[in-house]
């Protein structure tokens, strides 16, 4: 597959020049075009009709003035590859292909992926979007290339939304939210040219303020990695809501990393790599596309909130909970003026509840409203729900919103106005305050969801930029498994702790060996990857006698027998593992370990490269951390000795990128401080 230019991309969503094929749907697209004022030149192309709403039918690819910017191909499957072939031949900019009946159909069509080949090979270096795709809108330029309706609006900047799904698109299109929508596109099957490609071509236009993705599937990920990095260059945010969340991928039966590692913690601790922020629905992702942009991302995480209703007040303290944000006091210097115009009744806090004594007063709430603007908190917020404009007078809701956008500008704060119902919000109201550098929030949990991601792509933009992911793909075929007689030894060469040992193929055997040792010493049996579960190890054997007695006891489900000295008493188990994402590629898994691993769900997912601070960054944030840290007077635990074995695990996956499949440590004793940390089960599948 050749990729599209970005050149070719450039001159498709933004043309100066549209052809569009085919019948019913192309005639919409050229009055969708009309419809937004769009004054570059149409071209229709039918074999029959001579205009199509006033413009003038061409006959074929070759009696087109010249190759146009963007083409609209609306044809069946099989006459979509003959014209994206000529239009290619054209010098043409890009073609939307709206056909279905390619990959996405092969269970019923077992001719749809080589069509869907032959579709991209006629494109060449042309930029070809789809097949089975809707194609997008430009409200910038008025450019659609879209066959249905839409509910947008021309505007001369705003933000980006990409999806691989036409019907999402549509629905996203309909927001009544006061977001300003700049683009929606649609990617169809990404034959050629994916999301993050178009997204590339959108955020170089100056109109655009920030992205916003709908992600399937990441596809292309060394594109996403250059999205991301021109999004921080640019200083134009993205976000991302990636399905799936639902799916746990690579459930392998061997080990407990295979099962911790699910496929949305391995997209969201990519998404978090690169900077890209991450929302949960699609009401986060336009309520967050909306602070980002008014507001960019924010450099703090302190919010103030203000309602005049203590319920309001505590509905908002409630959303608070279990999200990165902080309500901080209101400081003492702000207390004076806000007694003076709120009065003595009112309980001076954050969130403040202002009561009704400054109702309708303009001047009053501006003052109060200034006054708490002036916390320096990265956003403040005013909790407002507009009245039916059916059956109510909003006058004096109106004059709150005057005042807060009068606080706003006195102060230079940011600020926003939430209803904690989205009806509250209408339309009218939300396009007025967003004009006036005021967001407009739409339920409390997404203003704050808003909130902690734009100060996460903050903090991720103020770290270094990213080292490029390993390669995800692979070679060799058949899987083969090492289990820890020899997975230890390949990762000790790698500088990984493991204890003294040695095999042994009979009780007898195993017997002699353990007193070579020193006592006690640990007995395991070979070939079992769990092997609690199985009843094949045994710890704390004092003598030789001992280590024949459980050895035969295991032998009926032992490949053999690992005779290894016992590990000291740690302050805390760890498991260090790794897994192959399809997507991805390798990622490592850092969490609590031992018997409880999943039971206790306290893991993060690193993707690799890692540096050492990546890795220390990473471990803090485990609940376990506070175990190594030295909880309640235990001693602490060799921090730096662990921080460096997930190191070389991390450096055996790079060495081994193109082989590993999944490796399993656990557990890994974190011993007292000083005292290292030593491996005492290891597991490898690795491509031979």
Same mark, same amino acid.
């Given at each position: 597959?050749?990729?599209?230019?970005?050149?070719?991309?450039?001159?498709l969503?933004?043309?100066?020049s549209?052809a569009?094929?085919?019948?019913?749907?192309?005639?919409?697209?050229v009055?969708?075009?009309?419809?937004?004022?769009?004054?570059?030149?149409i071209?229709?192309?039918?074999?029959?009709r001579t205009?199509?709403?006033?413009y003038?039918c061409?006959?074929s690819?070759?009696? $087109?003035?010249?190759?146009?910017?963007?083409?609209?191909?609306?044809?069946?499957?099989?006459?979509s590859?003959d014209?994206?072939?000529d239009?290619?031949?054209?010098?043409?900019?890009?073609?939307?292909?709206?056909?279905?009946?390619?990959?996405?159909?092969?269970?019923e069509?077992? #001719?749809?992926?080589?069509?869907?080949?032959?579709?991209?090979?006629?494109a060449?270096?042309?930029?070809?979007?789809? /097949?089975n795709c809707?194609g997008f809108?430009?409200m910038?330029d008025?450019a659609?290339?879209?066959?249905?309706?839409h509910g947008?609006?021309?505007?001369?900047r705003?933000v980006?939304?990409?999806?691989?799904?036409? +019907?999402?698109?549509?629905?996203?299109?309909?927001? @009544? *939210?006061g977001?300003p929508?700049?683009?929606?596109?649609t990617a169809g099957n990404?034959a050629?040219?994916?999301?993050?490609?178009?997204?590339?071509?959108?955020?170089? #236009?100056?109109?655009?303020?920030a992205?916003g993705?709908?992600?399937?599937?990441?596809?292309d990920?060394?594109?996403l990695?250059r999205?991301a990095?021109?999004?921080?260059?640019?200083g134009?945010?993205?976000?991302?809501?990636?399905v799936?969340? =639902?799916?746990? @991928?690579q459930?392998?039966?061997?080990?407990?990393?295979?099962s911790?590692?699910?496929? #949305?913690r391995?997209?969201r601790?990519v998404?978090?790599? !690169?900077?890209?922020?991450?929302v949960?629905?699609l009401?986060?992702?336009l309520?967050?596309l909306?602070?980002l942009?008014?507001c960019?991302p924010?450099a703090g995480?302190?919010?103030?909130?203000?309602?005049c209703?203590?319920?309001?007040? =505590? !509905?908002?303290?409630d959303?608070?909970v279990?999200?990165?944000?902080?309500f901080?006091d209101l400081?003492p210097?702000?207390l004076p003026?806000?007694?003076q115009?709120?009065?003595?009744?009112?309980?001076?806090?954050?969130p403040l509840d202002?009561?009704?004594?400054?109702?309708?007063?303009?001047?009053?709430?501006?003052?109060?409203?200034?006054?708490?603007?002036?916390?320096?908190?990265?956003l403040? !917020?005013?909790i $407002? #729900?507009f009245?039916?404009?059916d059956r109510?007078?909003?006058a004096?809701?109106v004059?709150?919103?005057?005042?807060?956008?009068?606080a706003?500008?006195a102060?230079?704060?940011n600020?926003?106005v939430v209803a904690?119902?989205?009806e509250?919000?209408?339309?009218?109201?939300?396009v007025?305050?967003?004009a006036?550098g005021v967001?407009?929030?739409?339920g409390?949990d997404e203003?704050?969801?808003?909130?902690e991601?734009?100060?996460?792509?903050?903090?991720?933009?103020? *770290?270094?930029?990213?080292a490029?992911?390993?390669?995800?793909?692979?070679?060799?075929t058949?899987?083969?498994?090492?289990?820890?007689?020899?997975a230890?030894?390949? $990762?000790?060469?790698?500088?990984v702790?493991v /204890?003294e040992?040695?095999?042994?193929a009979?009780?007898?055997?195993a017997?002699?060996?353990?007193?070579?040792l020193?006592?006690?010493v640990?007995?395991?049996?070979?070939?079992?990857?769990?092997?609690?579960?199985?009843g094949?190890?045994r710890l +704390?054997?004092?003598?030789a006698?001992?280590?024949?007695?459980?050895?035969t006891a295991m @032998?009926?489900?032992?490949k053999?027998f $690992?005779?290894?000295?016992m590990?000291p008493? /740690?302050?805390?188990?760890?498991i260090?593992?790794a897994?192959?994402?399809?997507?991805? %590629?390798?990622?490592?898994?850092?969490?609590?370990?031992?018997i409880?691993?999943e !039971?206790?769900?306290?893991?993060?997912?690193l993707?690799?490269?890692a540096?050492?601070?990546?890795?220390?960054?990473?471990i803090?944030?485990l609940k376990?951390? @506070?175990?190594?840290?030295?909880?309640r007077?235990a001693?602490?635990?060799d921090?730096?000795?662990?921080?460096?074995?997930?190191?070389?695990?991390?450096e055996?996956?790079?060495?081994?990128?193109?082989?590993v499949?999944?490796l399993?440590l +656990?557990?890994?004793?974190v011993?007292p401080?000083? +005292? %290292?940390?030593?491996?005492v089960?290891?597991l490898? *599948?690795? *491509?031979?």
């Amino acid at each position: 597959m050749t990729p599209a230019s970005p050149a070719s991309l450039s001159r498709l969503i933004r043309p100066q020049s549209i052809a569009v094929f085919g019948g019913k749907e192309a005639a919409r697209v050229v009055e969708q075009c009309r419809k937004a004022g769009y004054r570059g030149d149409i071209w229709p192309v039918h074999p029959t009709r001579t205009e199509v709403h006033g413009y003038r039918c061409y006959r074929s690819v070759a009696e $087109l003035p010249r190759g146009p910017d963007a083409a609209f191909v609306g044809v069946n499957r099989t006459l979509s590859v003959d014209i994206v072939r000529d239009l290619a031949a054209r010098g043409t900019g890009g073609a939307i292909c709206y056909a279905s009946g390619f990959s996405e159909a092969a269970a019923e069509l077992p #001719d749809g992926p080589a069509l869907q080949a032959r579709l991209v090979e006629a494109a060449g270096d042309m930029a070809v979007v789809g /097949p089975n795709c809707y194609g997008f809108i430009n409200m910038l330029d008025g450019a659609l290339l879209w066959p249905d309706q839409h509910g947008m609006v021309r505007t001369e900047r705003g933000v980006a939304i990409l999806t691989q799904s036409s +019907n999402v698109a549509i629905s996203l299109s309909m927001q @009544a *939210r006061g977001l300003p929508l700049a683009y929606v596109m649609t990617a169809g099957n990404q034959a050629q040219t994916g999301l993050a490609a178009m997204a590339l071509a959108a955020i170089e #236009d100056a109109r655009v303020t920030a992205v916003g993705l709908h992600i399937e599937g990441f596809g292309d990920l060394a594109m996403l990695e250059r999205l991301a990095s021109r999004a921080r260059q640019l200083g134009k945010p993205v976000v991302a809501l990636k399905v799936g969340r =639902s799916v746990a @991928a690579q459930r392998a039966a061997l080990s407990h990393t295979a099962s911790l590692a699910g496929n #949305d913690r391995v997209s969201r601790a990519v998404l978090k790599r !690169l900077g890209i922020g991450r929302v949960d629905t699609l009401p986060q992702l336009l309520e967050t596309l909306k602070l980002l942009h008014v507001c960019g991302p924010l450099a703090g995480k302190t919010v103030s909130s203000m309602s005049c209703s203590g319920g309001e007040a =505590s !509905l908002m303290a409630d959303a608070g909970v279990g999200r990165d944000v902080e309500f901080r006091d209101l400081m003492p210097a702000q207390l004076p003026p806000l007694r003076q115009v709120l009065g003595d009744m009112v309980t001076l806090s954050n969130p403040l509840d202002y009561h009704t004594f400054v109702w309708g007063d303009r001047t009053k709430l501006t003052h109060a409203f200034s006054t708490v603007m002036q916390g320096d908190y990265a956003l403040n !917020l005013l909790i $407002l #729900d507009f009245p039916r404009a059916d059956r109510c007078d909003p006058a004096d809701w109106v004059t709150t919103m005057h005042a807060v956008i009068d606080a706003r500008r006195a102060t230079g704060a940011n600020a926003g106005v939430v209803a904690t119902m989205g009806e509250n919000m209408p339309e009218t109201v939300a396009v007025a305050l967003i004009a006036a550098g005021v967001v407009p929030f739409c339920g409390l949990d997404e203003a704050l969801a808003a909130v902690e991601v734009a100060h996460a792509i903050h903090e991720a933009w103020a *770290r270094d930029e990213p080292a490029p992911l390993l390669d995800a793909r692979t070679t060799g075929t058949d899987i083969i498994t090492l289990y820890e007689d020899r997975a230890k030894p390949e $990762l000790a060469r790698f500088g990984v702790t493991v /204890p003294e040992g040695k095999t042994a193929a009979s009780p007898d055997e195993a017997a002699r060996l353990a007193d070579r040792l020193d006592y006690p010493v640990a007995l395991k049996a070979l070939g079992i990857a769990h092997k609690t579960e199985a009843g094949a190890v045994r710890l +704390n054997l004092a003598s030789a006698h001992e280590v024949k007695v459980a050895a035969t006891a295991m @032998a009926p489900v032992a490949k053999g027998f $690992l005779v290894e000295t016992m590990a000291p008493r /740690p302050v805390a188990e760890m498991i260090v593992g790794a897994i192959r994402d399809a997507a991805v %590629g390798p990622v490592l898994t850092i969490g609590a370990g031992g018997i409880f691993v999943e !039971l206790l769900d306290d893991r993060v997912i690193l993707p690799l490269p890692a540096s050492t601070q990546n890795i220390r960054t990473a471990i803090a944030g485990l609940k376990v951390s @506070a175990l190594i840290a030295g909880y309640r007077g235990a001693p602490a635990g060799d921090l730096d000795a662990f921080v460096q074995l997930v190191a070389s695990v991390a450096e055996y996956v790079a060495a081994n990128a193109a082989k590993v499949e999944e490796l399993d440590l +656990n557990p890994v004793l974190v011993l007292p401080k000083g +005292n %290292g940390v030593i491996a005492v089960d290891a597991l490898i *599948r690795t *491509r031979s």
